[in-house]
């Protein structure tokens, strides 16, 4: 079993659509990085979260600690979100920064 | 200017080969990684350096050799190349300690090897 989950696998939503993705992990973390990876390949990384709740633009990521889960969601969805969506943590039970991803999300938004 | 930039973009190389595939960023990072993501879009962690030495290396296959020059590199060497070796790989940078430690990624180098 992975570590880290996410869920769904697949997501086809339609533009302005809110939605969610969910991320739980099993082992204690210093950090989780929710990323985008867009259909020519390339990731960029969205948001860095230890506690709480972060917000950029219509993106939001929340995590719970306690729960060993995080979200993000998507407000106003528009077709030029859709790409594969990463949950990755860093483990504080290993040195070096080191990630360890979610299968990832496939988001696909409809016009 | 690129941040994290890989050369070549892609490779199509013989079963047996020898390739390398390089990593530089420019944004003063002391730590770079190696990621390989597979046909199912998996990543998983290769290698990592922080400052020129090893720092993680994960159960990878004698045939992947990383190297680090200076802090702004990390070169992947791999002998006798498999079939199994076609995936996209990702070189990643950071700095440790940072507060954020958001990891930069490189556009990939798509391996096939036939």
């Known amino acids: 079993k992975n570590e880290v989950e996410q869920s769904p696998q697949n997501l086809t939503a339609q533009e302005g659509e809110f939605i969610t993705i969910n991320c739980s992990y099993s082992?204690?973390?210093?950090?989780l990085h929710w990323l985008q990876q867009h259909p020519g390949g390339g990731i960029v990384s969205l948001f860095m979260?230890?506690?709480g709740k972060k917000k950029h633009g219509r993106l939001i990521a929340t995590i719970n600690i306690q729960e060993k889960h995080s979200s993000l969601h998507i407000t106003a969805s528009h077709p030029r979100d859709s790409a594969v969506y990463i949950c990755a943590v860093r483990s504080s039970e290993t040195s070096g920064s080191r990630l360890t991803f979610g299968e990832g999300t496939q988001l696909t938004v409809n016009p | 200017d690129t941040a994290v930039s890989q050369t070549p973009k892609y490779l199509v190389t013989q079963m047996g080969n020898d390739k390398s595939i390089k990593c530089e960023q420019n944004?003063?990072?002391?730590?770079m990684y190696w990621y390989k993501q597979d046909s199912k879009k998996f990543l998983k962690i290769m290698f990592s350096?922080?400052?020129?030495?090893?720092?993680i290396n994960e159960t990878v296959p004698n045939r992947f050799s990383p190297k680090s020059p200076d802090k702004a590199h990390l070169n992947l060497h791999i002998n006798s190349l498999e079939l199994g070796d076609s995936a996209v790989y990702f070189c990643?940078?950071?700095?440790?300690?940072?507060?954020?430690?958001?990891?930069?990624f490189g556009p990939g180098t798509r391996l096939l090897v036939l």
């Open positions: 350096y922080n400052n020129k030495e090893l720092i």
């Open positions: 990643a940078s950071t700095l440790l300690g940072d507060r954020r430690e958001t990891q930069y």
């Open positions: 944004l003063g990072h002391d730590t």
């Open positions: 082992v204690g973390i210093s950090a």
């Open positions: 979260l230890s506690s």
